[in-house]
């Protein structure tokens, strides 16, 4: 007789936690460099440097000239579920990219993680490693104004998701496609974006309409419209090409809510739906679109990458969408608030 055998219930040490937890945030190299980029953003910083080798799973250098970490504060700083971002407890009034403290714990679980940085004020930078979840102590070092974050041999620590990575030109693509997307959130913020030692991005300072039209690759000479339109306590603003030009993937369509940008089927479904009988089929209209929603009818903590979100009210949203899409279509620059904008770089005739 005597009591059956049966396991028993354990915590999970915190470098296993960190590295289950990398599997939903990290997912490939484009994953890393979208939450170190939101983190400068959220840094406040006005210029952002970013190189990848190998694809990003050599190495990632992400540099910002942002507010920095203290050196007090690095420690917690690559600690799970630790942010100097609390905002609202009821997760609507969220201000910031990031709000779960969970990229730099993950990347630190999953691969080689040094940051050092360098807050206003202080006389020198400090740097901290993160190795396969393992912590070592900071220490002081030469360092600029702000935060430098490298990563590399992305995945060593984490071999099941290893096998998984694409070739380095594929997650290349992958990387330039997010850092397009965070570069038109931030129009006033400069970008420089290098892969495998090609200049891909050089952006300077600018304004929405001159980063939209850099980022789409269009311009007046494409008859590149200015939209706007309202609804229900929802805006939407934006910049979209007309059907003569398109392209073979959705690779030309930014869509921003309450400024972050996202990948939701309720946006593109409309945009597809704008353009369906003017396009030609099986290509894609090129577009640029901010929305603006009230807080409280938009869910943004529904996956860990924060890419994704709810609408409250998705039929409003589609009918916000379409409609301005369409009546911005129908008149091109003749309707009042619809004009041509000028590109940063006027093409030559
Ligand atoms: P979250 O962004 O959700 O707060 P992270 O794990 O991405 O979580 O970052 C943890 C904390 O580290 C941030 O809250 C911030 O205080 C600090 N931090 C990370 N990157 C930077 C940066 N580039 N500049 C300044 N502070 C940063
Ligand atoms: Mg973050």
Same mark, same amino acid.
């Given at each position: 007789?005597?009591?059956?055998?049966? /396991?028993?219930?354990?915590?999970?040490?915190?470098?296993?936690?960190?590295?289950?937890?990398?599997?939903?945030?990290? #997912?490939?190299?484009?994953?890393?460099?979208?939450?170190?980029?939101?983190?400068?953003?959220?840094?406040?910083?006005? $210029?952002?440097?970013?190189?990848?080798?190998?694809?990003?799973?050599?190495?990632?250098?992400?540099?910002?000239?942002?507010?920095?970490?203290?050196?007090?504060?690095?420690? @917690?700083?690559?600690?799970?579920?630790?942010?100097?971002? @609390?905002?609202? #407890?009821?997760?609507?009034?969220?201000?910031?990219?990031? =709000?779960?403290?969970?990229?730099?714990?993950?990347?630190?679980?999953?691969?080689?993680?040094?940051?050092?940085?360098?807050?206003?004020?202080?006389?020198?930078?400090?740097?901290?490693?993160?190795?396969? !979840?393992?912590?070592? /102590?900071?220490?002081?070092?030469?360092?600029?104004?702000?935060?430098?974050?490298?990563? #590399?041999? &992305?995945?060593?620590?984490?071999?099941?998701?290893?096998? =998984?990575?694409?070739?380095?030109?594929?997650?290349?693509?992958?990387?330039?496609?997010?850092?397009?997307?965070?570069? &038109?959130?931030?129009?006033?913020?400069?970008?420089?974006?290098?892969?495998?030692?090609?200049?891909?991005?050089?952006?300077?300072?600018?304004?929405?309409?001159?980063?939209?039209?850099?980022? @789409?690759?269009?311009?007046?000479?494409d008859g590149?419209l200015?939209?706007?339109?309202?609804? #229900?306590?929802?805006?939407?603003?934006?910049?979209i090409c007309p059907p003569s030009v398109h392209r073979?993937?959705?690779?030309?369509?930014?869509? &921003?809510?309450?400024?972050?940008?996202?990948?939701?089927?309720? &946006?593109?479904?409309?945009v597809r739906?704008a353009y369906r009988r003017v396009i030609e089929p099986?290509r894609h209209p090129v577009v640029? @679109?901010?929305?603006?929603?009230? /807080?409280?009818?938009?869910?943004?903590?529904?996956?860990?990458?924060?890419?994704?979100?709810?609408?409250?009210?998705?039929?409003?949203?589609?009918?916000?969408?379409? !409609?301005?899409l369409q009546?911005a279509l129908e008149?091109g620059?003749?309707?009042?608030?619809? $004009?041509?904008?000028?590109?940063?770089?006027?093409?030559?005739?």
């Amino acid at each position: 007789g005597g009591v059956p055998d049966h /396991p028993h219930v354990r915590r999970l040490p915190e470098v296993i936690v960190n590295r289950i937890a990398a599997g939903e945030v990290i #997912e490939r190299p484009a994953a890393a460099v979208k939450e170190l980029i939101e983190n400068a953003i959220d840094a406040g910083a006005l $210029r952002l440097d970013i190189s990848l080798d190998g694809g990003g799973v050599e190495r990632m250098i992400v540099t910002d000239d942002g507010v920095g970490i203290s050196p007090d504060d690095l420690t @917690l700083a690559v600690e799970r579920h630790c942010t100097s971002k @609390l905002g609202d #407890e009821t997760l609507v009034h969220i201000n910031t990219l990031g =709000f779960r403290g969970e990229a730099l714990p993950s990347i630190g679980a999953a691969a080689r993680l040094s940051i050092t940085s360098r807050p206003k004020g202080e006389s020198g930078a400090w740097r901290i490693r993160v190795e396969g !979840g393992k912590t070592y /102590p900071p220490e002081p070092v030469a360092g600029a104004y702000g935060t430098s974050v490298v990563v #590399e041999d &992305l995945f060593f620590a984490t071999p099941a998701r290893r096998k =998984f990575l694409k070739s380095a030109r594929v997650e290349g693509r992958h990387v330039e496609s997010v850092v397009r997307r965070l570069a &038109l959130a931030v129009p006033q913020t400069a970008f420089r974006f290098v892969l495998d030692g090609r200049e891909v991005l050089d952006l300077p300072a600018q304004d929405m309409a001159a980063r939209a039209a850099a980022l @789409l690759d269009a311009s007046e000479a494409d008859g590149f419209l200015n939209i706007a339109g309202e609804r #229900e306590g929802m805006t939407l603003s934006g910049f979209i090409c007309p059907p003569s030009v398109h392209r073979s993937t959705a690779n030309g369509q930014f869509m &921003l809510v309450n400024g972050r940008p996202v990948v939701d089927p309720v &946006l593109k479904t409309a945009v597809r739906v704008a353009y369906r009988r003017v396009i030609e089929p099986g290509r894609h209209p090129v577009v640029a @679109l901010m929305l603006t929603v009230p /807080p409280e009818q938009v869910d943004v903590n529904v996956h860990p990458a924060k890419t994704e979100l709810r609408f409250a009210d998705e039929a409003a949203v589609r009918s916000l969408v379409i !409609g301005t899409l369409q009546r911005a279509l129908e008149h091109g620059a003749g309707v009042a608030g619809v $004009r041509p904008v000028l590109s940063s770089a006027p093409r030559a005739t």
